[in-house]
């Protein structure tokens, strides 16, 4: 048997409280905007890469089942950077598995990608700093690179391919914030969101949005270093509706809500309205991440549950950065 190099690492997803939308350069996924997420414990994504001389082209196994087309290509071009920084050209064999259900309408490109890049890194003894792998995340998909990182993170849009990269901005255990993320479809959506980034320049009011950014990432990042949950809601529910509101006067217009989404977000406005700490945030797709403290998330939980048209809730805290599980 010839040589093998192998690596496994396990990354978790994330939510963005400001939002990534839209990119100053598509290739190298340069965002027009910086961003601030919270890794989430509980989604999360485990990848080993295998690479070897008698694995004849790079192969793909998801949740236990060969992928083939795009999301191989996908992964064989992000391979290809990592092998010409390596100086390799072997092929891989790839396999990643999601710890939350598959088709539950929960983005794994964050996860996966992060996962991904450590891993490939790993296996082919590449030595790289945290910022390294963030920047190399990056190019696989763009919200990866908050996913290199622990806890509360930035990501900071930068100038070009170097300064483009994600930094925590506080460790998973400084605030017992939970994500409860109320799944409304199963469905896949029409434009994921590489296809919706092309189209955000499209909105008149992507221009706006931009220009206002740097003042919702400083709140922001104010909130989680104070643990200020009212500013964290009044910042993060702003962001997503902009974000919304750019999506929906693209051209083509993006239209992701749902009536169960509305249902949510309303509910989530009438319990903040009787003194609950929770609000929503919503990513390119249907299901609504609802943010509330440790303490309430049982009675959250309960109450998502009992609204039409959700169909499970599934709950996450403050996760870690990405880990390499074995080697
Ligand atoms: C709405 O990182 O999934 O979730 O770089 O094309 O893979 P690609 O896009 P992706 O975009 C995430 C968009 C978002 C907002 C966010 O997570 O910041």
Redesign the pocket.
């Known amino acids: 048997m010839t040589e093998q190099y192998s690596a496994t690492a396990r990354a978790c997803s994330?939510i963005?409280f400001i939002?990534?939308?839209g990119n100053r350069d598509h290739d190298l996924?340069l965002p027009l905007n910086g961003?601030i997420?919270m890794n989430l414990k509980g989604l999360e994504t485990t990848t080993t890469v295998v690479f070897g001389e008698e694995i004849e082209s790079d192969r793909l196994v998801l949740n236990g089942k060969p992928a083939t087309g795009a999301a191989l290509e996908r992964v064989s071009k992000h391979l290809d950077y990592i092998r010409r920084l390596a100086g390799v050209s072997l092929c891989a064999a790839v396999e990643s598995e999601n710890n939350f259900p598959t088709g539950a309408g929960i983005?794994s490109?964050?996860s996966a990608f992060s996962a991904l890049t450590a891993a490939a890194c790993a296996a082919l003894g590449l030595k790289l700093t945290e910022k390294e792998l963030s920047i190399i995340a990056r190019l696989g998909?763009?919200?990866?690179s908050r996913s290199i990182p622990g806890g509360f993170v930035e990501w900071y849009a930068g100038e070009d391919h170097e300064s483009s990269f994600a930094e925590s901005i506080a460790p998973p255990d400084h605030w017992d914030l939970v994500d409860l993320v109320a799944i409304v479809s199963l469905e896949h959506k029409d434009v994921g969101?590489?296809g919706g980034?092309q189209l955000a320049n499209t909105s008149s009011l992507q221009q706006s949005r931009i220009e206002d950014t740097p003042q919702r990432l400083q709140l922001c990042r104010e909130a989680i270093l104070t643990r200020d949950f009212d500013a964290l809601t009044e910042v993060s529910e702003k962001d997503t509706l902009l974000?919304h509101s750019v999506m929906m006067t693209s051209e083509p217009a993006l239209f992701y809500c749902l009536p169960p989404t509305l249902a949510v977000m309303q509910a989530v406005r009438e319990w903040r309205n009787n003194g609950m700490p929770v609000f929503f945030t919503i990513?390119?797709g249907p299901n609504v991440h609802v943010i509330t403290t440790g303490d309430q998330r049982e009675e959250v939980e309960r109450r998502l549950r009992e609204i039409d048209g959700v169909i499970t809730v599934l709950g996450a805290t403050p996760g870690r950065g990405v880990e390499i599980a074995g080697q």
């Open positions: 994330n963005a939002k990534y939308w996924r961003s997420s983005a490109s964050a998909s763009g919200s990866a969101s590489s980034h974000m990513d390119a």
